[in-house]
């Protein structure tokens, strides 16, 4: 499976080298990353899922959010991750391990196969994306959902402007996220070729600095 070269010109520090994910992998530094919003956001993109829904997650996450979408789902339901890394997808699979429900495999969030699902959960992934393959990440995930079938969006967004990390946060897309700023320009739902076909709705969180938004398929489910 190539690795995107965004990941690997940007991000191999990060996902790619064993030692930085044994580090990184963990509760409490992905709830610093994200200024002590971690539970939050994690909650906020799993309450969007049923019970014994299958949902799709677009690439794997550090700390807790897969096992505690797994649980949330339910022994009924069912989690498949996705991830480009091989080392990525090995450590998943391992951290989720205890988990009957839930799967990962090796694949690109571009092509993530023919298989149709109830959910999609994308976190944290599209800021780490050049514009191009935000769109394809995002036509590709959405046309997954089944009638009625909810892609929930969990990631960056344009602080309000008196937000005291905004200064900080730009700093930091100009240094380390060069990617991440343009959904402080850009909604989602302007990645999606097919916006029409879906009920759209945004909220933001944390005066604005992260938005989740949910895109739900017009039609019944079945
Ligand atoms: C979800 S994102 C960022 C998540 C967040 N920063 C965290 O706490 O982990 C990181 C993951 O996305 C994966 N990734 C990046 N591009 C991908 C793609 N095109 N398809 C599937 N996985 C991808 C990386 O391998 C990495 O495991």
């Given at each position: 499976?190539?690795?995107?070269?965004?990941?690997?010109?940007?991000?191999?520090?990060?996902?790619?080298?064993?030692?930085?994910?044994?580090?990184?992998?963990?509760?409490?530094?992905?709830?610093?990353?994200?200024?002590?919003?971690?539970?939050?956001?994690?909650?906020?993109?799993?309450?969007?899922?049923?019970?014994?829904e299958h949902v799709l997650q677009a690439a794997s996450v550090y700390g807790s959010q897969p096992s505690r979408l797994a649980d949330h789902l339910g022994p009924t339901g069912r989690l498949t991750v996705l991830?480009?890394?091989?080392?990525?997808?090995?450590?998943?699979?391992?951290?989720?391990?205890?988990?009957?429900?839930?799967?990962?495999?090796?694949?690109?969030?571009?092509?993530?196969?023919?298989?149709?699902?109830?959910?999609?959960?994308?976190?944290?992934?599209?800021?780490?994306?050049?514009?191009?393959?935000?769109?394809?990440?995002?036509?590709?995930?959405?046309?997954?959902?089944?009638?009625?079938?909810?892609?929930?969006?969990?990631?960056?967004?344009?602080?309000?402007?008196?937000?005291?990390?905004?200064?900080?946060?730009?700093?930091?897309?100009?240094?380390?996220?060069?990617?991440?700023?343009?959904?402080?320009?850009?909604?989602?739902?302007?990645?999606?070729?097919?916006?029409?076909?879906f009920d759209w709705n945004e909220r933001r969180l944390f005066l604005g600095l992260y938005q989740v938004v949910v895109a739900r398929r017009r039609g019944l489910s079945g």
């Amino acid at each position: 499976m190539p690795i995107p070269y965004y990941l690997a010109q940007t991000y191999a520090w990060a996902y790619l080298r064993p030692r930085a994910v044994r580090l990184l992998d963990r509760e409490i530094v992905v709830n610093a990353i994200l200024w002590g919003n971690y539970h939050r956001l994690v909650q906020a993109a799993c309450t969007q899922f049923r019970r014994g829904e299958h949902v799709l997650q677009a690439a794997s996450v550090y700390g807790s959010q897969p096992s505690r979408l797994a649980d949330h789902l339910g022994p009924t339901g069912r989690l498949t991750v996705l991830d480009v890394s091989r080392l990525q997808v090995e450590r998943l699979r391992a951290k989720l391990a205890t988990r009957a429900n839930a799967s990962v495999r090796l694949a690109d969030a571009t092509a993530p196969g023919r298989e149709s699902y109830d959910g999609v959960c994308c976190f944290f992934l599209l800021h780490e994306m050049p514009d191009a393959y935000k769109r394809r990440t995002v036509n590709a995930l959405l046309a997954r959902l089944k009638p009625g079938g909810r892609a929930v969006f969990v990631d960056y967004a344009g602080p309000r402007w008196f937000h005291p990390l905004r200064g900080l946060m730009w700093l930091v897309n100009r240094w380390l996220e060069p990617y991440a700023a343009s959904l402080w320009r850009n909604p989602i739902s302007s990645f999606a070729d097919q916006a029409g076909q879906f009920d759209w709705n945004e909220r933001r969180l944390f005066l604005g600095l992260y938005q989740v938004v949910v895109a739900r398929r017009r039609g019944l489910s079945g």
